[in-house]
T-cell receptor, first 115, second 114 residues
Framework: AQSVTQLGSHVSVSEGALVLLRCNYS??????LFWYVQYPNQGLQLLLK??????LVKGINGFEAEFKKSETSFHLTKPSAHMSDAAEYFC?????????????FGKGTLLTVNP | EAQVTQNPRYLITVTGKKLTVTCSQN?????MSWYRQDPGLGLRQIYY???????DKGDVPEGYKVSRKEKRNFPLILESPSPNQTSLYFC?????????????FGDGTRLSIL
């Protein structure tokens, strides 16, 4: 079975500081990895995804993530935080095989950006 | 505009009173799914559907039913709601054929069962 661990349920940064949200996964087969963002009272919006190819993936709003197979990690970063980045972030994994495209989610990381 | 639409957005009801949460997508997606989101647990899959008349259980199906009579609609039915089904519910859809397809989510339905 696959699983996702997000280290830190709450991360607080200052505006302009580096954002680093950690995600580790376990999967018995090559995974497909996603980061979603959830703003208050909204659904989940895709930030970026890794499927195959280049391990450094760029997404929307200046975010990027690097797939490291040896570390089973897919950490999300942004060089300079904006107030508008305050939201909850979810790492998710899906896998090939079977008939269900289920996403297995981590428990989420709430990002607070301080002025 | 491509979207997944859920209704209602908010509902407060009482134990045992049947309710249905509707979900509709306009992207001609084959795959649709329901998740519930609870604090500290992330999102967990309730049911999914690969296409019309094809549905199956996810990780937490107890107390829920679904149907898929049309490609665009995937309602979630709570026949006899209980307080432990108080949660935030999300419908999602995507194309099939590749596990790397991102899923599109609705804005959520917050259910409170008293």
């Amino acid at each position: 079975a696959q699983s996702v661990t997000q280290l830190g349920s709450h991360v607080s940064v200052s505006e302009g500081a580096l954002v680093l949200l950690r995600c580790n996964y376990s999967s018995s087969v090559p995974p497909y990895l996603f980061w979603y963002v959830q703003y208050p009272n909204q659904g989940l919006q895709l930030l970026l995804k890794y499927t195959t190819g280049a391990t450094l993936v760029k997404g929307i709003n200046g975010f990027e993530a690097e797939f490291k197979k040896s570390e089973t990690s897919f950490h999300l970063t942004k060089p300079s935080a904006h107030m508008s980045d305050a939201a909850e972030y979810f790492c998710a994994v899906s896998k090939s095989g079977g008939s269900n495209y289920k996403l297995t989610f981590g428990k989420g990381t709430l990002l607070t950006v301080n002025p | 505009e491509a979207q997944v639409t859920q209704n209602p957005r908010y509902l407060i009801t009482v134990t045992g009173k049947k309710l249905t949460v509707t979900c509709s997508q306009n992207m001609n997606h084959e795959y649709m799914s329901w998740y519930r989101q609870d604090p500290g647990l992330g999102l967990r899959q309730i049911y999914y559907s690969m296409n019309v008349e094809v549905t199956d259980k996810g990780d937490v199906p107890e107390g829920y039913k679904v149907s898929r009579k049309e490609k665009r609609n995937f309602p979630l039915i709570l026949e006899s709601p209980s307080p432990n089904q108080t949660s935030l519910y999300f419908c999602a859809s995507s194309f099939t054929g590749a596990y790397n397809q991102p899923q599109h989510f609705g804005d959520g339905t917050r259910l409170s069962i008293l």
